[in-house]
């Protein structure tokens, strides 16, 4: 099965930044449609962003518009999140995800995303 390669989670103070990177592992033509979610400790998963395969539009949960931007490399097949104004609430296990475009319905609760990254540990401390 694939799975996302994840990378860019740690440890951080308050107002610092952070950002996480994902990637479509070995060469494909498939166009992904790739965003990012969390989970904190007793929580459910949260929707974060999700950006269209070229990158070109984007979509932000209320909780981090303005402090977290979404973004992909030329080869469309690595994604970042760049995490600013990082604040205690912040604290999760961050997940990437992608789908083929061409079947991505733009739902935003996770299931309709069908490859996942092992998940990073961001800690945002007071």
């Known amino acids: 099965q694939v799975r996302l390669v994840e990378s860019g989670g740690g440890m951080v103070q308050a107002g610092d930044s952070l950002r996480l990177s994902c990637s479509v592992p070995g060469r494909t033509t498939i166009r992904y449609a790739m965003g990012w979610f969390r989970q904190a400790p007793g929580k459910e998963r949260e929707f974060i962003t999700v950006t269209s395969w070229n990158g070109r539009q984007t979509w932000y949960a209320n909780s981090v518009k303005g402090r977290f931007t979404i973004s992909k490399d030329e080869t469309e097949i690595t994604a970042y999140l760049q995490m600013n104004s990082l604040k205690p609430e912040d604290t999760a296990v961050y997940y990437c995800?992608?789908?083929?475009?061409?079947?991505?319905?733009?739902?935003?609760?996770?299931?309709?995303?069908?490859?996942w990254g092992q998940g990073t540990q961001v800690t945002v401390s007071s």
């Open positions: 995800a992608a789908t083929d475009e061409l079947n991505y319905s733009g739902d935003f609760s996770g299931a309709g995303f069908d490859i």
